[in-house]
């Protein structure tokens, strides 16, 4: 509030990580691993020939400002990265490439976890940042390691594409674990036990919420893919195209997954609404049914318990049965009428 | 998950059937069919000359990866072959037209079926690549044998137009399935048995289901054929615009018919709805009417089933029957009001 | 299903009418009628210097093919003309502009019926199809015989821009039609007898889809209209843009009279929803507020009616009295109590 | 109906009334009001090198076709003119703007007036076609009159500007006394009078009715504002631009407000809804508490008002009051078993 | 009403406060403050060779229109500067750019409080214009004071910018407020209390309506602000660009924030209503199951309370017992059935 633009706070609901730098550095000859602990010794670490991928690890403790300042960043960006609470988006500045994008993770509970990742791309560096340890990465360095595949071969952009395909990727993962909630939910929307509807409402509310924060996440995903792809050639090369077009089908396809359990939401809560109340009503009506045969046959057992003097069918012996045979007959007829009129 | 990009590896929820091969070649006077075991088999039977069908039928088995190898396909081409949740689209390399689209076919339990087929056109191929065994295009291959139409005598584009004529063709009939079931619900909608409400409106969110996923395969279709519209003259010639212009139209009355479906179906969850709680309305008032007017009377037995001693008009021989009338009149006025507000 | 695309097959839900052929030739100064029986006599009776307008009744029996093979038109347009089920567009080919429209007509019952007419626009000549006899062209004629207006002095695009005015003009009647049924049903959503509820939820439903299948109509004919204005000038001089301006205007009218109507339909059926809900409440209230009253009253003559010995009030001569008067005083306070909390 | 296109006929709901002219001509030093009979007059009457205004009140006897003639202006236009249920619109001719708009008035009873007003400017001349007498033009009478601002400075596009902010700046009028309904009806809302509801919903509805007529009457005065400031500068000079850029700020504001206007029916009919339906809950509710609670005892008392002749518990003297503390302490138990679990 | 546009005339909801001036003269060397009472004297002030910041306080008292005077500003400008009750948006004059923002704050009671502030932007002089005394400038006056970060070093535009920074930061406050209130209200939406619920909906009403201003005010300002981005570099200096792309990110996270809460508050609406109706369905049911329980008994006891003579059983000494026995079972079977049934 009221700092100077630019300003390095970090902003976010968790605790900020202390940073842990790690450099890549690989042609397609060569491939090593360096774990510097200052900025200054990263620096001195980058090897000029080869492409070279720099990943930040928390974002505590100075080091994304010194790195940000060694490599010539705008103070804008900085802010940008150290403020976990971004948009996903894509900015291309004279020098370098900037993208906000989130990594999801989904929890043992199906919560899920959104982690923002960013990255500066040059013509020999990408770098990334990430707000805690653990990530998706674990697959392009086993083939950054392995040399399988042309990543060893291709430049920077691919490296940054092969990255953002991954996340990508992960998405599916994490949107197949909500389509196994909603589809738990769908079963138990005819759950006949009274007393779990409410808890049922909550969590469908609850399941309907993380689809809506999803969406909000995936979009600019999507607009960040589509505009690197409208991007002039100065950062992607045009061999990369066929591969973006490819990403940014798979983000359409997410896109309209979550569409696609948003609507299947609503519809299992229409579904459950018309179950609760329908069963509702035919409980009801049975109740009422039961009420209905029995007050006038109470109402006659009522006359025949006044105690007027002259009523001279209570002398008569065939009375009483005749009596009790009324009332049998009547809720008989009851019961035949209801029945008929398919009231239960 | 975390494969490079461009790895061939079939995605899909049925198992994948084994490719079986098959080539049509024709020209205006000639017209042969082969069924080579083998891509080499295939590529050496192609005849230059002439225009080329190849069809693909059942994905597994290395034999897609062969064939694109052998046309010179992009990697990425070939994945997008084999995973068959791909969104329909269009795409055009330098050398062939790639497009993706879905054949439906419908159940006898009015079940939809979904089934991808990739279409690569170049000057002189077109080759289809198909999930399965069975398909729609007998018309076609008739129409090739007989030599009836234009289809021998025009190009590579022209055969791709026709098969793609009769996908779009045999949605209509899907469409018309679908339209059955709506109106076999609706005539359900007012179904007077309160046990069928839940199952009917089970079976009616299952029809909007259908319908959205419906939506979801037939607009990237629609787009498609119009991208094709759109194309430069490369792989399309300008006699095949009419064509195209007309199988777009086609497409737009496809997606309108989903989406008055889709309006079709919520007039009658609201048609439904009405009725059932219309229905049960009238049955609760009719019960409460029923106690409301015995309600009373029973009160008034009940002051005369009292045993206070001093009761004078309990030894009166008028007094039973005169009870008796005021309860039958007390019972008819009742009646008569409740009508007369039109309570029933 | 399957045909070679351009097939003159008849698709649409009537028996087609055999096809009757009639001409008018005019000029500013000469008017002639021909009913020929043949197209061979049609063409022949064509006179080259003056505009012909062809109206084609019906089209069954092979006329419509024969027409259009003597007139020089694609055979994708002989298809779209024998298919009635097509949507309203615009198209222009090299040497005509070929345009499909609906026609309305309001029966008695108040249920429409829509009409295909296809239009061919020619230097020389306008070609109407009709799907059968009987029209709404009779005031152009009138004015062709009179030489009332313009018409006689204008070209063939005149005469077409005149026949589409005559049917958007009847599309107001239709559109008042409509109007009218929404205003009675809007007099009928608050009629206290329940059982009409359920027919006028269903006639409601009915409006509602006839208004649909309205603006599915209109839509498309708006967007011809637009698109004849868009069209560039070799078919439509520049001295029909005022009209065609004008027309459009009228289009867009129609089409947002359409759409106030859908919304008065969803107005009178909250309206209905509202009525009935509120009715249904008080009728229960009024039940449920007797039966309220009397159980417990009905508690009090149970109480004196136990058969204990030792019931010392049973003989006093004070205490029936008092009960009658403690009862008529409960019931008293309790319809005071209610009529204060306004329950009734 | 099938009149020829350009026919001068009176289409609207009311009589329309003899039209009366008016013709006011100024420059920056002179002013003087003319009223002449007839048309010959009036056109004799203008001055060509002032500055003219005519104001046209109502539309019948032949005056508008007469003037229209004599100013050489488009039948269309004519016919325009006299339907006065058009949609606003600008339209320029070659020499001169033509524009429809509409003037609003409310009624005591809050209900509002639509009146069609037409302008047609030229270099020298607006003329103005009311449909019927009475108008908001007061101010600028008086302004012209007197000569304050710049109006009498300015050519005659800021006349029409003028004329057109008086009538957009009275919508704003009309908007308050939407306003204050809708005040109205939100108070209403809460209403616990059961018999108000049916009429509350009525009346909101006719409310949401002219909301909905206001909206589709703003919208395309906005867009007519939108499109005088894009027109090129024949008729409007550039130093009108900063003022036709007001004009539409405050046309979109107005156009915003009816927006706003439209989600607070909704939210006070949303309230309405709960309301009643809370209230009539909590009603049933407590009377079947009161139910609930008599139903057991009065069964207790039934069990002792049998006669069966060994009943023991009948004879003891302290039964009574047993069976009486009981009932007390079952009635006191229920009673604070529903007070406890929140029942009321 | 009726005034000729441009008069200069406060219009808005509160009594304007007496406007009171000041001005900041700053360049990188050197910084002062003067007050001066009238608007002579501030021009005077007025140091050329320096940037200066005029900040006006209050609306009333014919100030702003000397002021405006003084420095050659549109009439029309003026009259948007005293009507508070304007849009945000931004216009570029020929020698200066005009920008009218809301400054919002957030009450102690959480109700909000709209204040407008106009910009006006030359190359040596910012003027802001707010209606009321108290601001969230603070900081900006600190940093010029105190020549923290590169206010001082930098133009006019970016004083303009860093005020609109403060601003914008703000609204992050307020929509922070606003979310702890819907976080409030989503506790209670499970209320047990049926008295609440009536004032939870109006409270929920109010937030959503509270919501729907916000809306209302943040989506022309991030307009504005991305017109700002798209202006000619005249006012705005290229090496702003990254701070206006910047600003409208924040921005557009504003307006989404707004968009999620709105969804949010559906959300709470529709848990609280399902949470509301089913417990008054699970009251009515328990309710209707006593009842129903006892009716049936009742009308036994009923039957052996009549006066027959002969009634055989009366006389069985095992008879009482019996039926005793009789009715406690019923009751039980039916408790058992109802558990079965799930019932309650």
Not at 28 to 46: M, N, Q, R
Not at 290 to 297: D, K, M, Q, R, Y
Request: charged share 20%.
């Amino acid at each position: 509030m009221g700092l100077p633009p630019g300003s390095p706070v970090y902003i976010g609901r968790r605790d900020p990580t202390q940073a842990v730098l790690s450099l890549l550095s690989f042609d397609e000859a060569e491939y090593g691993e360096v774990y510097p602990d200052t900025v200054e010794a990263l620096l001195a670490a980058i090897k000029p020939g080869k492409r070279n991928w720099i990943n930040v690890n928390g974002l505590s403790g100075g080091l994304v400002e010194a790195l940000c300042a060694g490599l010539g960043v705008h103070s804008l960006v900085v802010e940008d990265i150290l403020n976990v609470e971004h948009r996903p988006r894509v900015e291309a500045y004279d020098d370098y490439l900037f993208l906000i994008t989130k990594m999801l993770s989904i929890h043992e509970d199906s919560s899920l976890e959104y982690e923002q990742v960013c990255f500066i791309v040059t013509d020999s560096l990408v770098v990334t940042f990430q707000e805690t340890p653990g990530d998706c990465f674990g697959p392009i360095r086993q083939r950054l390691a392995t040399g399988v595949g042309r990543i060893r071969r291709s430049g920077t952009d691919y490296l940054a594409y092969a990255l953002l395909d991954v996340i990508v990727d992960n998405y599916f993962l994490v949107l197949e674990g909500q389509g196994d909630v909603l589809d738990h939910l769908e079963i138990r929307a005819t759950n006949p036990n009274p007393a779990a509807s409410g808890e049922f409402v909550a969590e469908l509310q609850q399941a309907k919420a993380g689809l809506l924060r999803l969406r909000r996440v995936l979009w600019p995903v999507r607009d960040s893919v589509s505009a690197l792809g409208r991007l002039d050639g100065r950062f992607l090369g045009p061999e990369l195209q066929p591969f973006l077009r490819d990403l940014l089908e798979n983000m359409v396809q997410a896109v309209e997954a979550v569409e696609t359990f948003r609507e299947h939401a609503a519809s299992i809560h229409e579904v459950h609404l018309a179950y609760v109340s329908n069963r509702m009503n035919e409980v009801m009506k049975v109740l009422t049914i039961i009420s209905t045969i029995f007050i006038p046959l109470t109402f006659l057992a009522g006359v025949y318990g006044m105690n007027f003097r002259h009523m001279p069918e209570l002398e008569k012996p065939w009375a009483y049965p005749l009596v009790l045979g009324v009332m049998a007959l009547g809720a008989g007829l009851m019961v035949v009428y209801f029945k008929r009129k398919k009231w239960f």
